[in-house]
């Protein structure tokens, strides 16, 4: 009687999480995360070192040392682990590299819970912990300073700069910042007007995020990126800390827009937890956002 009891409140819960799930698809949210990774690829490039330069790392004879390339992960850098019944996505950080979907998003709002391990490596041992959400991200993988992503935008997620901005390769944005200074970087303000930041801006390739809101340590923070248009929000556990624009590309001195493209979660020297990773279409900005373009 005992086991059977124990089988029922089993399979109740079961049913309960399955409910709750299919209430939120119905509602048009799409899970990314299942335990067979079957809705992302991977790329893996080099173990860099302090000493990294952003050239194609060499051996000892000076010969060109091979990236580890698309889905071939020997040293087991991209996990799949559970917490309570949900798939986490666990990255090592060991080697540089990403996960990215297998789809191209556009006009989208993304929900990412991320929480950080207590693992670093070289070239980042005695510094914060670090990854990253790089959305719109197009080409072939290996085209930023470290040899490990897409052409991309990126969302920072790092210990005390969760909200940051950083162009990956050949990008550019404008956020409502601070004016920079001397050797300060912008610094975003939602009231501010917005600064062209990234490829071609007198004002560098990083903005620092407007508040720090992150969860403590050992709990998760609710990561937010919602992208309409050529418009994008970065929201960290429910606070706006970037209002970007004008997302693009520079080519040969002239822009073109990007507005579109996959999602890729980084490996960056510092071990990090990934769940609940959904996203839903959207139709227009949510209202609520609407005034922190006008």
């Not at 005695?126 to 935008?153: E, F």
């Not at 007198?202 to 508040?211: H, K, P, Q, V």
């Amino acid at each position: 009687m005992f086991k059977t009891k124990i089988i029922t409140l089993f399979l109740l819960v079961a049913l309960c999480f399955t409910g709750c799930k299919r209430e939120q698809e119905e509602q048009g949210w799409k899970y990314l995360l299942d335990n067979n990774m079957s809705q992302w690829g991977k790329y893996l490039s080099y173990k860099h070192t302090t000493d990294y330069n952003g050239s194609i790392p060499t051996d000892s004879l000076g010969n060109a040392i091979e990236p580890l390339g698309y889905d071939n992960d020997p040293e087991g850098v991209f996990t799949m682990t559970g917490e309570n019944g949900e798939p986490v996505l666990r990255v090592s950080g060991e080697r540089y590299g990403c996960v990215f979907t297998k789809e191209e998003f556009e006009n989208y709002h993304l929900k990412v819970k991320v929480k950080w391990g207590d693992k670093k490596w070289t070239p980042r041992k005695d510094k914060l912990k670090d990854t990253g959400i790089l959305y719109h991200s197009v080409g072939d993988s290996g085209k930023d300073y470290w040899r490990a992503w897409m052409l991309s935008q990126e969302f920072q997620i790092m210990e005390g700069h969760m909200g940051d901005y950083w162009n990956i390769a050949n990008t550019a944005v404008d956020i409502r910042a601070f004016l920079p200074e001397g050797m300060m970087n912008a610094v975003a303000g939602h009231e501010q007007p917005f600064l062209p930041i990234g490829t071609g801006s007198e004002y560098g390739g990083f903005c620092l995020r407007s508040i720090d809101n992150e969860s403590k340590q050992g709990e998760w923070t609710q990561m937010e990126l919602i992208c309409f248009g050529d418009k994008s929000l970065h929201i960290v556990n429910g606070k706006v800390v970037m209002v970007l624009q004008n997302s693009r590309y520079v080519e040969d001195g002239r822009n073109y827009p990007l507005t579109k493209g996959k999602i890729q979660l980084q490996s960056e020297a510092a071990e990090a937890y990934f769940k609940d990773v959904k996203i839903k279409n959207i139709e227009a900005l949510p209202q609520e956002y609407v005034a922190y373009f006008n």
